[in-house]
């Protein structure tokens, strides 16, 4: 599907699922091409409306890397060319404690990359799409000697079950005053045993992805050391049956959709 932004001063085609680029670059917007997006199970979770707070049209895609072709008057961050990616948010408050600790990811006013909703009110979309626009704030920048299909996906290197599975074996891996640290979101309750927490003073905690310093951190450290992703790259008319097959765990490798090559009009 292809549909012209409405923004009269900055006209954009885009190609997706149902995106459409409603933004022109303000001076603080890096507006980059995307040429690879990973799929993540949060993804498919959106699509199935599983979590039951999805809005529609939705365009998935929050594993976003591509190359800059425009940056506003007053971006710093990154120039026309860089190497660039997007995670799983694009906005917050910008002064509250967390964010004041590069601990945006976790403000109660942060902006999902979708299917979240911009402080005017406009409707966000994802990756799967071949053009996007976000604060340089939110922007990765990604070395040059790393690949963008791999880079796009490197939070796939923690292990996340985001299917109903039970946590007590894992609690009995425990040491005295160990921690579990829950980074993925099952759609069912987990069941929890408190008797074994109290006994070894064990805790269950919770982490919602990386803030972006962290994350760029992660980057350049993956960077130094050539760590990448293992990774299917697919075209972008394979996306269905491949959500079909990560909802059967038919998956051995991170699938990563090759947007700049294959995604046309239709």
Request: glycine letters at 10%.
């Amino acid at each position: 599907m292809a549909t012209i932004s409405p923004e009269n001063e900055h006209p954009v085609k885009a190609f997706g699922w149902a995106a459409r680029d409603i933004w022109a670059t303000g001076e603080k917007d890096v507006r980059l091409k995307v040429l690879y997006c990973g799929i993540c199970h949060t993804d498919l979770h959106y699509a199935r409306n599983d979590w039951g707070f999805s809005t529609y049209p939705l365009v998935p895609g929050h594993e976003i890397a591509g190359v800059v072709i425009e940056v506003g008057s007053k971006v710093t961050k990154c120039k026309v060319g860089d190497k660039v990616g997007v995670g799983c948010f694009v906005g917050s408050c910008g002064s509250c404690d967390d964010c004041s600790n590069d601990l945006e990811n976790y403000c109660t006013k942060f902006i999902l990359t979708y299917p979240g909703v911009y402080h005017d009110g406009t409707p966000t979309y994802g990756g799967y799409s071949d053009i996007m626009v976000a604060d340089e704030h939110f922007m990765i920048c990604f070395p040059e000697n790393m690949p963008l299909d791999s880079v796009g996906t490197m939070d796939g290197i923690i292990d996340t079950v985001s299917a109903f599975h039970p946590i007590m074996p894992l609690i009995d891996l425990l040491r005295s005053h160990g921690k579990l640290i829950m980074v993925g979101a099952p759609e069912k309750p987990l069941e929890l045993p408190v008797f074994p927490l109290l006994i070894g003073r064990k805790m269950v905690a919770g982490s919602c992805t990386g803030g972006l310093k962290e994350t760029q951190e992660m980057i350049e450290f993956a960077a130094k050391h050539k760590i990448t992703a293992d990774i299917e790259v697919i075209p972008m008319d394979y996306v269905n049956k491949a959500m079909e097959r990560l909802s059967k765990g038919d998956v051995k490798y991170r699938f990563v959709i090759d947007v700049a090559n294959t995604l046309t009009a239709t």
